[in-house]
């Protein structure tokens, strides 16, 4: 794998991340056979959302805990999970059953939902991110209310994992699609992932010294230019909206708002003028315009 990631790193961008179902389908497509994918355990234990959209947290709320006094404590027993419990958290082992939150997610809006049936963390996550967005993420003390609000008695899976694997560029997806009995352990030169390409793509555990082919991705500059015609009220009537300032707020309002929706990317924003040099033009001027344009050809013909 080492020799994979090398290879990947100098001809390409990396070996591949995979973010979600679609990219395995892409893949499934594409080869067949084990192959190396940008996985391998750190040796480094660390907690994670399941939900690792950047666009979903503000700067800090990826951090936000709420730990019972003590916790977290078993790492070594196999408590890798989260569970709310009147409104406090405490690790417990994966494979137990609980109920369960997920969430609805709208931008940067949420809403939490409550799953009485009993599962295991894992089971959890497949059925939140098939029915909902994902798992809970919990980024505020606010929400944290909000979760605890939504669960009527005991204790319930949240979003929170501690998982040692993590991807060869630096990506934090907590994307996973292990096949059954998947990773059965941890450590060693046992510690690097293949995926099973061509069949249903699930993901093993292989020794890293293995000689397979691997999938490497590339980063490509993506360019597109969308023109969009847009019609204000103006609500003050003494408001220039070609006032240079004017349109340059109005620009800075629209990408917050684009943000706030999940877009990503660079995205650059302009106005487009006018042959006379303006970008806004009142409508009944637009009309008057075209009623002269109709009387000369008339007066032509």
């Not at 004017?246 to 990317?265: A, C, I, N, S, T």
């Not at 075209?290 to 050809?297: A, F, H, S, V």
Request: neutral net charge; proline residues 3%.
């Amino acid at each position: 794998m080492t020799e994979a990631q090398r290879y990947c790193r100098e001809k390409h961008t990396d070996l591949a991340t995979i973010h979600n179902m679609q990219n395995v389908k892409v893949l499934n497509n594409t080869a067949a056979n084990f192959y190396w994918i940008g996985l391998y355990d750190g040796g480094l234990y660390s907690w994670k959302w399941s939900l690792s959209d950047t666009s979903f947290y503000r700067d800090g709320e990826k951090k936000f805990r709420q730990w019972f006094p003590g916790q977290p404590n078993d790492v070594e027993n196999g408590e890798h999970c989260t569970v709310m419990d009147s409104g406090q958290w405490q690790d417990y082992n994966c494979n137990r059953r609980f109920s369960s939150v997920c969430m609805d997610v709208r931008g940067l809006n949420v809403t939490f939902v409550y799953i009485s049936t009993l599962m295991t963390w894992t089971e959890a996550q497949s059925y939140c991110r098939e029915h909902h967005t994902d798992l809970a993420s919990v980024r505020t003390a606010a929400e944290n209310q909000k979760v605890d609000n939504v669960i009527p008695a005991g204790v319930a899976w949240i979003g929170l994992f501690r998982d040692p694997w993590i991807w060869s560029d630096g990506s934090n997806s907590s994307f996973r699609y292990w096949a059954p009995g998947q990773p059965n352990n941890t450590g060693g030169k046992d510690a690097c992932v293949a995926a099973d390409l061509g069949s249903d793509g699930k993901w093993y555990k292989n020794p890293c010294d293995l000689e397979r082919p691997f999938v490497c991705y590339a980063l490509l500059p993506v360019t597109t230019k969308q023109v969009i015609k847009v019609r204000l009220v103006r609500k003050d009537s003494s408001l220039d909206l070609n006032d240079p300032a004017v349109m340059e707020q109005m620009l800075k309002e629209v990408q917050q708002r684009l943000k706030d929706q999940g877009v990503k990317g660079d995205v650059k924003l302009s106005w487009r003028k006018q042959a006379d040099g303006k970008v806004f033009h009142k409508e009944e001027e637009e009309e008057e315009t075209k009623e002269k344009k109709t009387r000369r050809k008339r007066d032509e013909f």
